[in-house]
C-alpha cells in the first residue's frame, strides 16, 4: 500500500495556483497525484488552522482584478498575490507545530517591517518601532484624550482611578504619557511607581505585591537613604509622616501600579486605606491602578470582598481604535513624512477592522469583539506591508489583508 502523501504548504499553493488558474478541482487532483478530497478540502481552507481561507478570499479577489481591469499579465499578478501569501502561509503553518506555542489571536505573529517594505513604501524607518517618543507622538483618539485627563486629574487632586484595556491598547504608553507630561510642566506632583517585575495574584505563581512593599515604595521615593522600620506599625506610621511632610513643602503624590489585575485581593482592599491618610482634610496620595479587564470584572459590584474600593474606584476604559484607525495609521505615517493615501487602498481601514474582529472559542456570533489595539494593528499592518512588497502590489488593500 503506498504511503499517503503529506500535505505541506508548497502543495497547497500549487492547488491554489491551478484552481486561480481556472482549473476544477478533479483536473488539479489528476495533475498533483492527490486525491479528490484533499483538494477539496485545501480549496475549502481546512489546513492550516483556519488561514488558508484568507488565502483562498485574496486569490479571488485578485482573479477578479485583473479580469476586470487593463493588466498586462493577469496570470503574473495572480501568482505574485498567490506567492506573498504562500510565504504567510508557510509560516502560520509552522507557528502551529506541535512543538512550538500556537499564535495568539489577541495580538498577531509580530513581523519587523523588512527593508523591501521600507524600499516599496518610501519610508525611511519602520513607523511601528520606538514610534512613541514623546507626548506629541501619543496618537489622540477620544478615548485616550479622555483617559489622559482622568490620569492627569487623579495625580494633580489625589484620585483613585483605574485604566483598564486589552493588552497592547496603549496603556503603559499612557502612563509613561503621563509622567512624561508632569515632567515638562514642571509638576510638583511625585510619581511612586512599585516593582512588579515578578508579580502574580498568588505566591504559588510569583511574588504577590503586599501592602508592606507598597509603603517601602513610597518611603525610598520620598527618602532614599532612609531606615524603615521593621515593625508594620512603625512602618506605615513613617510613611505617613514621610507624605505629611512632603505636602506641607508643596509636593503632591500618586501612587502608580501597572499590572494592577495581578493584585491580590487583599492588597486592592488596602489601597483604600492608603487613599485614606490625611493631613487635616487633605489628602495626601492619590492612586492610579493600570490593569487589563481582568481587574475590571473584579471591581463589579457583585463582589462583595472589595465593594469598599469599588465604591470609591473611577474605572475608565481604554476603548479599541476601531473608527479612529484611519487617524491613527495616518499619524504613525505622518511622523515620517508619508502620505496616508500612499501606502494603503480605500478598502484598506474597513479590512483591516473586519480582519480585527474576535470571537472566543466556543463563542457565539454575539460574543464577537473588536480587538483594533494599536500593538494588533501595527502587527497586523507590518505583515501586510511585507506581503504587497514581496509580491509588488502598489498599496495595502483589502486583499493583500485578506491574505495576511
Not at 508632569?182 to 506632583?189: A, D, N, W, Y
Not at 469583539?369 to 505583515?383: E, F, K, M
Request: net charge positive; charged share 25%; proline share 4%.
Amino acid at each position: 500500500m503506498s504511503r499517503p502523501i503529506k500535505v505541506t504548504p508548497e502543495l497547497v499553493q500549487q492547488m491554489l495556483a491551478l484552481r486561480a488558474q481556472g482549473h476544477s478541482n478533479r483536473q488539479i487532483a489528476q495533475q498533483l497525484c492527490v486525491s479528490y478530497i484533499v483538494v477539496q478540502k485545501a480549496i475549502n481552507g481546512r489546513y492550516a488552522n483556519g488561514f488558508l481561507r484568507h488565502v483562498k478570499t485574496a486569490c479571488e479577489a485578485a482573479e477578479t482584478k485583473v479580469h476586470t481591469q487593463a493588466t498586462p499579465d493577469p496570470k503574473n499578478a495572480v501568482q505574485a498575490v498567490l506567492s506573498a501569501c504562500a510565504l504567510e502561509l508557510t509560516q502560520a503553518t509552522q507557528a502551529t507545530q506541535p512543538t512550538q506555542a500556537p499564535e495568539d489571536p489577541m495580538l498577531l505573529q509580530n513581523q519587523a517591517l523588512s527593508l523591501e517594505a521600507r524600499q516599496h513604501f518610501g519610508l525611511a524607518r519602520s513607523p511601528f518601532v520606538d514610534d512613541v517618543q514623546s507626548s506629541d507622538d501619543v496618537y489622540q483618539s477620544p478615548s485616550v484624550r479622555h483617559v489622559r485627563a482622568a490620569l492627569l486629574d487623579c495625580a494633580r487632586h489625589h484620585g483613585f482611578v483605574a485604566v483598564v484595556g486589552e493588552s497592547g491598547a496603549g496603556k503603559s504608553t499612557l502612563a509613561e504619557d503621563l509622567e512624561e507630561r508632569l515632567r515638562t510642566e514642571g509638576s510638583e506632583v511625585l510619581v511612586m511607581r512599585p516593582y512588579v517585575l515578578a508579580m502574580e495574584a498568588s505566591d504559588s505563581k510569583g511574588k504577590t505585591l503586599r501592602s508592606g512593599h507598597i509603603a517601602e515604595a513610597i518611603a525610598y521615593a520620598l527618602h532614599p537613604q532612609l531606615k524603615i522600620k521593621s515593625s508594620p506599625e512603625a512602618r506605615f506610621r513613617q510613611v505617613h509622616e514621610l507624605l505629611r511632610s512632603s505636602r506641607r513643602a508643596g509636593r503632591r503624590h500618586l501612587l502608580l501600579i501597572e499590572e494592577a489585575h495581578c493584585l491580590p485581593t487583599a492588597t486592592l482592599k488596602h489601597l483604600k486605606r492608603f487613599l485614606e491618610l490625611k493631613d487635616g482634610m487633605q489628602r495626601l496620595l492619590g492612586v492610579a491602578l493600570i490593569a487589563q479587564p481582568e481587574l475590571r470584572e473584579r471591581l463589579s459590584s457583585q463582589n462583595p470582598e472589595v465593594r469598599e474600593v469599588m465604591q470609591r474606584c473611577e474605572v475608565v476604559e481604554l476603548e479599541a481604535l476601531d473608527n479612529d484607525l484611519e487617524g491613527y495609521l495616518r499619524c504613525k505615517l505622518e511622523r515620517l513624512g508619508v502620505r496616508f493615501e500612499d501606502v494603503f487602498g480605500s478598502d484598506a481601514t474597513d479590512a483591516i477592522r473586519a480582519r480585527l474582529v474576535h470571537v472566543p472559542r466556543g463563542g457565539r456570533a454575539q460574543d464577537a469583539r473588536s480587538i483594533c489595539y494599536p500593538l494588533v494593528v501595527n502587527n497586523l499592518v507590518g505583515r501586510a506591508m511585507n506581503a504587497a512588497a514581496r509580491a509588488g502590489w502598489p498599496k495595502v488593500d483589502a486583499q493583500v489583508i485578506a491574505g495576511c
